[in-house]
T-cell receptor
Framework: KAGVTQTPRYLIKTRGQQVTLSCSPISGHRSVSWYQQTPGQGLQFLFEYFSETQRNKGNFPGRFSGRQFSNSRSEMNVSTLELGDSALYLC?????????????FGPGTRLLVL | AQKVTQAQTEISVVEKEDVTLDCVYETRDTTYYLFWYKQPPSGELVFLIRRNSFDEQNEISGRYSWNFQKSTSSFNFTITASQVVDSAVYFCALSESASGSEKLVFGKGTKLTVNP
């Protein structure tokens, strides 16, 4: 079974621009979560989607948004990019919801904001 | 509030040495899950193990073993006879039911370097 895929793998943007990242979960998985990883803050939860609905959201500004499609694929969008948004963005999928479910991660998208 | 502490920022060992990575967690919940993930330089987080709060049995998988002790809120990970391929950043994570959010709370990670 194919793992979680994320596109693009690398991205360079300038301040003020917006960016959209894509995530395809493992086949059959209906929950998709997004995490931001930076050297200073570590791994932080952004949001989670299940059945096209956002279930949980982390402590990030409204510039960070996401959505999920009927095929469970998810996109996250960051508007008005800031230098501090430079990070590795990781997507994770799991079969369903519930704190006991294991999350499986994709390779991430490395975003550099200049 | 949930919190995971990995006090060891970096560890360097020589191949074939045993190494233990420490993980201490805080939670007010009685029902929770603990995880270990490995992050090689490529960036992908690779799932290693999941343990629920009611199962304190130690687990062994090949050269990997995990020691879960509720009394000390610790979930330590030992690699026996380390190999160069074990070099990576290892993350301990916690998921609990009481918070209302099934997100993973991660520790800061321990960077393990295994030298030949």
């Amino acid at each position: 079974k194919a793992g979680v895929t994320q596109t693009p793998r690398y991205l360079i943007k300038t301040r003020g621009q917006q960016v959209t990242l894509s995530c395809s979960p493992i086949s059959g998985h209906r929950s998709v979560s997004w995490y931001q990883q930076t050297p200073g803050q570590g791994l932080q939860f952004l949001f989670e989607y299940f059945s096209e609905t956002q279930r949980n959201k982390g402590n990030f500004p409204g510039r960070f948004s996401g959505r999920q499609f009927s095929n469970s694929r998810s996109e996250m969008n960051v508007s008005t990019l800031e230098l501090g948004d430079s990070a590795l963005y990781l997507c994770a999928s799991r079969l369903g919801i519930g704190f006991q479910e294991t999350q499986y991660f994709g390779p991430g998208t490395r975003l550099l904001v200049l | 509030a949930q919190k995971v502490t990995q006090a060891q920022t970096e560890i360097s060992v020589v191949e074939k040495e045993d190494v233990t990575l420490d993980c201490v967690y805080e939670t007010r919940d009685t029902t929770y899950y603990l995880f270990w993930y490995k992050q090689p330089p490529s960036g992908e987080l690779v799932f290693l193990i999941r343990r629920n709060s009611f199962d304190e049995q130690n687990e062994i998988s090949g050269r990997y073993s995990w020691n879960f002790q509720k009394s000390t809120s610790s979930f330590n990970f030992t690699i026996t006879a380390s190999q160069v391929v074990d070099s990576a950043v290892y993350f301990c994570a916690l998921s609990e039911s009481a918070s209302g959010s099934e997100k993973l709370v991660f520790g800061k990670g321990t960077k393990l370097t295994v030298n030949p």
